[in-house]
């Protein structure tokens, strides 16, 4: 059977040739694509033979491609999410030719038109429609190879309709990435469709004021998430290659704000390339986010000092510090949010050391929902706890409440170490106490200094004494041992030499605790914790880590 008749096949299988005539008209002349834009980012091999076999796996959910029935899948949830934006094409890609992977993709295509194509309901959400614009053009030979007229007019001319949809709808989009995704999408719509380009400065502008709400003046989206970062570098690299493959210039205020947004993703990144666990996140893949970095065109140096972005980033010969020195994000732009206000993590090269336990982020899980609520909580962070409370309030709906609300911070580089001094007041309203934390790096990266202080502030009075805890989780595979007196530990991985812990003015313990990998499963590992009791008065708590060489 020759290809074009296998494709035949699949269309007669859907029973797309006619209906589709109906739907959407006979004998129009179509639309057509002035340009493709070629997208740089691989995709994951492995995956894309998943799709090839009729699986699209994300987390712990899977869903059977071949007869995927999008009416009864609807449009909330990831794995919905990634059916109905189409972005699995890039994986598709990495494991399909071109007319091996049409087949699919035409075939999943087509029975998005019949279920979506003819009225705007759940799947024409702004968001969706401009991610799906991203990748209906960037992967239009895999969506248009078909013989069949229909299919073709019909697909081309249901872009053009849902970007007409999205011109009117982009600002219902909530705020941040999706809003930022609906602007991005349409703005390539504009560029490529034919006829659009006369549209693309009203574009252009809806981006932008989607930028200017939703990203901080450093780079990092106002959500403060590392994930949905990558996300953001990710839609701004399609559409750089979008205005390339146009033959049009990129404006300033774009492309100053996706290089920005690169520097700001770099700022979080460790050193096994993956991410740090923020806002209830995970480290995602170190394989998928190098992808990104390399293919999505654009080039920045990592973000060290970022107020908004909030993360603090400090590095010395292969060692790397992060911390989080902000405020929580605002609930009205961020899905999930934690009580992380001067955690910190620490890596000896590709070795993560010091974590905080992290979610699952967007990803399926089968974490129970109440586990994965604690896991935002202070004390699943590396940080201090004051009275088994949270730094900020976290309602039992999920939403942030009162806490953090001023991060004072400050920064010192001389000969020896590169220092950082900040304080948070999360802590005031309940308890009459700031948070102070000091962090040292040695210019050699093999010493961390810490310093904890609780200072009195405000009316507030502790009336006898408050326990706190500041906690330290462990990467898992990371052995800790306690020395003989009690007051240190010896920290073992095959990834890294010894470091030595020591602190002083409390009582160490040696604890269980977890830790989220990139796929968004639970790992068993330990933590270190110095507890303590602390007065109206206050309390000064000293550590340090040390590599042995």
């Given at each position: ?22 739907l959407?008209?006979?004998?129009k ?40 029935d ?11 999410e990634?059916?109905?934006g ?18 699919l993709?035409?075939?999943?295509a ?14 024409w ?101 590392p ?7 990710d ?24 290089t ?54 400090l ?30 993590e ?67 580089e ?28 040695a210019?050699?990266?093999?010493e ?11 009316r ?78 206050g309390?000064?708590?000293?550590w ?6």
């Open positions: 059977m020759s290809e074009a008749a296998a494709r035949l096949v699949v269309v007669s299988k859907l029973g797309r040739p006619a209906l589709l005539s109906r959407f008209g006979r004998g002349q179509p639309l057509r694509l002035t340009a493709v834009p070629r997208d740089h980012v691989h995709g994951d091999r492995a995956r894309g033979e998943q799709l090839l076999a009729g699986k699209l796996i994300r987390g712990s959910d899977m869903l059977a491609l071949p007869d995927v999008f009416g009864r899948i609807g449009t909330s949830g990831p794995l919905a990634e059916l109905q189409f972005s699995w094409l890039r994986d598709l890609s990495a494991a399909a030719s071109r007319e091996r992977g049409a087949r993709a035409e075939a999943v087509g029975r998005w038109l019949l279920a979506h194509g003819t009225r705007a309901d759940g799947a959400a702004p968001a969706l429609w401009g991610e799906r614009l991203l990748f209906w053009t960037a992967y239009a030979p895999y969506l248009l190879s078909s013989s069949d007229g229909n299919y073709r007019s019909a697909l081309l001319n249901t872009m053009a309709r849902g970007a007409r949809h999205v011109a009117g709808s982009a600002d219902s989009a909530a705020p941040g990435l999706p809003r930022i995704t609906a602007w991005a999408g349409l703005t390539v719509a504009g560029l490529l469709l034919q006829g659009g380009l006369h549209r693309v400065a009203r574009a252009e502008a809806g981006l932008l004021r989607a930028l200017a709400t939703g990203q901080s003046e450093d780079g990092g989206l106002l959500s403060r998430n994930a949905e970062q990558a996300i953001l570098v839609r701004l690299g399609l559409l750089r290659a979008a205005y390339h493959a146009a033959k049009q210039t990129m404006p300033d205020g774009l492309e100053s704000a996706a920005a947004a690169l520097a700001a993703l770099h700022g979080v990144v460790m050193g096994d390339g993956a991410l740090g666990s923020w806002q209830g996140g995970n480290p995602g893949e170190a394989a998928r986010l190098s992808a990104l970095i390399e293919g999505c065109g654009l080039r920045a140096r990592p973000l060290r000092q970022a107020r908004a972005w909030g993360y603090q980033r590095t010395a010969l292969g060692t790397v510090i992060v911390v989080d020195a902000a405020p929580p994000p605002a609930t009205r732009v961020a899905r999930i949010g934690s009580a992380s206000t001067l955690a910190f620490l890596a000896d090269g590709a070795q993560r050391l010091l974590v905080n336990c992290g979610g699952p982020g967007v990803l399926p899980t089968l974490i129970p929902p109440e586990l994965a609520q604690a896991l935002r909580t202070t004390a699943a962070q590396s940080t201090l706890t004051l009275g088994d409370t949270n730094s900020t309030a976290i309602m039992p709906d999920g939403s942030l409440g009162k806490g953090v609300e001023d991060v004072a911070l400050s920064r010192v001389d000969d020896e170490f590169s220092r950082l001094e900040a304080s948070h007041d999360g802590y005031v309203r309940g308890f009459g106490l700031v948070h102070h934390r000091n962090l040292a790096l210019n050699d990266g093999k961390v200094r810490g310093l904890d202080k609780l200072a009195a502030r405000g507030k009075k502790i009336r006898e004494a408050a326990a706190y805890a500041i906690r330290f989780h462990l990467a898992p595979g990371v052995e800790a041992v306690r020395t003989a007196d009690g007051m240190g530990a010896i920290l073992r991985s095959s990834g890294a030499p010894p470091w030595h812990f020591r602190c002083r003015g409390a009582q160490l313990e040696v604890e269980e605790s977890v830790w989220v990998d990139g796929e968004g499963r639970l790992t068993g590992t330990m933590q270190l914790a110095i507890v303590g009791e602390v007065s109206a008065l309390a000064e708590i000293g340090q880590f040390r590599r042995s060489s």
